[in-house]
């Protein structure tokens, strides 16, 4: 999800490209009290045994599967609870409800700056939580009550931090064994560290130190608008106004001269018709398509630019493309539903483009939830069903990435063309601290219809291409681009 408010989710850019506009936001979130204990604390017994009386109403009290997430409504209002061992925070997602409940006793609730949620209920003590800009489902369970430590007053000392940042990545994230990294003997180094007269520098070093040999680009923790980190795969250098200057210059010779592409969504989506009758269709992000950056803006906006790409003229007849050239080379991430739409104007047959699971037991990290189906759709009107070729890079991340995994089910399959991509697509758990900092870190894996992941190293091309090298942009070259039009010409 991308500048929307999800379950346990804050709102933010999700791919490396927008950290620096995602730090912005996310340290203007207000920072919010939370209940710490110590980190021997046991785990209440009311946060998992099923009410005694269950209610077909949503009112009441609901644990998720997996997130680390409660949630609770009491008449028109809803809002979470950040959870773990040793603390129960309140999160930064509040929904009002608007209307009444429909015939399935169904809600929705708006949340302020971001998407609306809807609950419903499923049986007596269970309901579905879900969002327009967050692909999936979350599954709630009834309980009596919220857990007692989230009433009591949190302990702004710095091992209570330490503690809660901590417990939050050993209870959620999944790839520590893929990592190599031990996170017990983690804690065992840096907990000592830590004292009560700890400075918020010393602290933020810590926690850094911590996180940063998972080179993981859905890592964060923000101490400020001058203090943060977020990971990264090795060798990965992040991209300045000057970097994408010199790509845009060597996309546009690549593209040849006269040519023009159109431009939508502020620029982030554009289109350019190439000899042979090959297109050529580029995607920088998935969010941020308005003035106004709402999810529902950013539909409205990216199917103006769908219905002026994939015309009648364009996908039948004599005049309809022989192949079409998709860049996610320079993309940052954003809403997964959005990579969908995209996809659903390429075929016309629905599949499977993932299934969804989060880490679902704080002691066991091999067990998950239940993974959930997502599904492309055909879209009601005219579609691309040619061949498609898919450009990628170490730059193309997060949603950029579930979006490329999503045409992999395609028929005819995409040839990807370029490098792997960065290999992270979990939505990003975003987290709070008892001090009022906040952190991120992803708990979900995205399977193939085989059971893959790509998390870590990414989704492999099929055909390995340099991308931006330096000696090219030098030289206006580009190419995988040169590449993918070669390979369109000869098997058209």
């Keep these: 999800m991308n500048d929307r408010r999800g379950p346990g989710r804050s709102p933010r850019p999700r791919g490396t490209l927008t950290w620096f506009a995602a730090v912005t936001a996310v340290t203007a979130l207000t920072a919010t009290t939370a209940c710490a204990g110590g980190p021997a604390a046991a785990p209440d017994p009311a946060a998992s045994r099923p009410a ?23 008449g028109r209002s809803l809002r979470t609870y950040e959870t773990t061992a040793v ?49 999936g489902r979350r599954t709630l369970h009834r309980i009596a009550a919220l857990p007692g430590r989230c009433a009591r007053r949190p302990s702004r000392d710095p091992r209570a931090v330490f503690d809660v940042f901590w417990r939050t990545f050993a209870e959620n994230y999944p790839f520590f064994r893929a990592k190599k990294v031990d996170w017990a003997a983690v804690r065992d180094r840096y907990r000592p560290r830590i004292t009560a007269r700890t400075s918020d520098a010393e602290l933020f070093a810590v926690l850094r130190a911590m996180i940063e040999p998972l080179h993981d680009a859905h890592t964060r923790v923000v101490a400020g608008p001058a203090r943060w980190f977020a990971g990264k795969r090795p060798g990965t250098v992040l991209p300045t106004p000057a970097f994408t200057a010199h790509v845009d210059k060597a996309i546009a010779a690549g593209l040849g001269p006269g040519v023009h592409p159109y431009r939508w969504a502020r620029g982030k ?58 860049d996610v080379r320079l993309n940052g991430g954003g809403a997964d539903p959005l990579g969908l739409r995209i996809a659903s104007r390429l075929t016309d047959r629905g599949y499977l483009a993932y299934r969804k699971r989060a880490r679902n037991d704080p002691r066991d990290p091999a067990r998950f939830t239940t993974p959930v189906p997502v599904r492309v759709r055909p879209h009601h009107g005219p579609v691309h069903t040619g061949p498609v070729v898919v450009l990628t890079g170490r730059l193309t991340i997060s949603a950029g990435e579930t979006f490329t995994q999503a045409l992999m089910g395609r028929s005819p399959a995409p040839i990807r063309i370029g490098e792997h991509t960065q290999g992270v697509f979990s939505d990003i ?62 098997s058209s």
């Design 269 to 326: 989506v554009s289109y350019a018709d190439l000899p042979g009758r090959i297109g050529y269709f580029r995607v920088t992000q998935f969010a941020g398509y308005t003035k106004k950056g709402d999810y529902a803006g950013d539909v409205a906006a990216l199917d103006r630019a769908l219905d002026a790409v994939f015309t009648k003229g364009r996908t039948r007849g004599p005049g309809a493309l022989r192949g079409l050239i998709v």
């Design 87 to 135: 603390s129960c925070l309140p999160g930064v997602v509040t929904g009002t409800r608007a209307g009444a409940p429909d015939a399935r006793g169904r809600s929705r609730f708006t949340v302020p700056d971001a998407a609306p949620l809807t609950v419903t209920p499923e049986g007596a003590g269970g309901a579905r939580l879900t969002s327009a800009d967050t692909a």
């Design 52 to 74: 005694s009386a269950a209610r077909a109403s949503l009112e009441g009290v609901w644990r998720m599967d997996g997130y680390g997430t409660l949630v609770t409504i009491k």
């Design 429 to 490: 758990l975003d987290r709070g601290l008892p001090n009022g900092w906040r952190f991120g870190l992803p708990d979900e894996e995205f399977l193939t219809a085989g059971g893959r992941t790509f998390d870590g190293a990414g989704i492999p091309p099929a055909v390995p291409v340099p991308v931006f090298a330096d000696a090219d942009l030098a030289a206006r070259r580009d190419p995988a681009l040169a590449r993918a039009r070669a390979l369109l010409a000869r």
